[in-house]
């Protein structure tokens, strides 16, 4: 595992690679649901309630005030 992360570190593309490569295979299955409205809409929703869940738990874990 040890490897694994010095082969990381020292090939920067490869990390940025990878995490396009993830991004997109996450993101390319919802492409299809963005073209109609009512489906790209529901999509939002649960992307910006996702992001919201996120926040609030965090905030309260890390013991955070705004």
Same mark, same amino acid.
């Given at each position: 595992?040890?490897?694994?992360?010095?082969?990381? /570190?020292? !090939? &920067?593309? !490869?990390?940025?690679?990878?995490?396009?490569?993830? @991004?997109?295979? @996450?993101?390319? &299955?919802?492409? &299809?649901?963005?073209?109609? &409205?009512?489906?790209?809409?529901?999509?939002?929703?649960?992307? /910006? %309630?996702?992001?919201? @869940?996120?926040? @609030?738990? /965090?905030?309260?874990?890390?013991?955070? %005030?705004?």
């Amino acid at each position: 595992m040890q490897e694994f992360f010095e082969n990381v /570190l020292r !090939y &920067p593309r !490869y990390l940025i690679a990878l995490t396009v490569g993830v @991004f997109w295979n @996450f993101i390319e &299955p919802l492409v &299809p649901l963005l073209k109609r &409205p009512t489906t790209a809409i529901a999509l939002v929703g649960i992307v /910006l %309630s996702g992001i919201m @869940f996120l926040t @609030f738990t /965090l905030k309260a874990m890390l013991g955070l %005030s705004v």
